[in-house]
């Protein structure tokens, strides 16, 4: 059995709020908080710059303390500091840290130091969270909680999904996907005659690469990934350095565009499944007959198959970078985060 969820993200709201299964609201909202919650926003790139665009909407619930970026700016708002420490931001007493900065020693100390305050963390660095196991323990330990659904598969609620199935007692067999939304873009510009070069420079204008591209095209941001649903499908702490990779550059010039003459399309395919009674992970550039179901993902969207033992097969389809559903995943962890501490 098959259940299918297109999972294209729109501008009026993200798919998440309509599949997956909130945390429980409180009863009464918790003491410890104000009518708002206050938050700390660390980077104002392509995914914390859609967060700021649309938060304005949940402003009766919260305020914006501080945003943090690496060169000063000016906002235009006296209520928000535009800064450029962290330890500053945190001298402004947040409850919650919204961190969309890149894979950096800086999102790393900033994260630390947040779950070691109590704060509630939303973050999309898949690459920081997949190396720090402890985040969410330390987190939970001082007060605060951490979401991550907007660092897997932008707008396609992947955890969310795999917390549901468990909850539903099913045991999770296997998943398969195209987990990197760039790779997949600059796979299809190259069957249509594009360049990688200048493939690559369309994804990062486009806004779905990573700050440095090399982690989508060889493979390392989709084993990240890997890490992460590995955590929540099979609570399996998974070394990212253990996941075989088969980067991009290893396609030679023309190889992609010869295989769709013959019925062929190349993806970076991504799959965690059970060997010898263990779960391996793997990102693998594979050329696929193009009616498996993974050359469904066209340009930057991402597709996942969640295969369980009942025999229960899961397939989620949709946008997985970019600003727009990466930023609405965001704001669809502030809204259950809200919900939980200080209700709707
Ligand atoms: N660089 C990532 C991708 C962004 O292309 O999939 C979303 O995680």
Redo the contacts with the bound molecule.
Sequence with gaps: MTYSLAAKTSATGSPRTRFSTPSKPRLRPNPRYRQRLRAVVLGAGTVNGGVLDKIGVLSERIEIAAIVTRKSRQGHDPRQAWLTDINAAFDTGPDVVIEALPDCALAERALKLAASRGCHIIS?N?AVLARCPQLAGEAERHGGSLRYS?????GIPVLETLTDLRKRGEVIAGIRGV???????VLDQIERGAEREAAVKA?QRAG???AD?S??IDGL??AA?LVLIARKAFDLELDVDTIGRIPLSALHPGQAKAASGNRLRYRQCAELSRRNGRIKGRVDLQALANTDELTKARN?E?IVVITCESGLRVQLHGK???RVP?ADAMLTDIRDLIACEIGA
């Design positions: 999309a898949k907007a660092a897997v598969a932008g987990l990197n939304g760039t790779s997949n873009y994804a779905f690469a990573e591209p982690a989508d941001d989709a990934k930057e991402n997985g970078a970019g990466t």
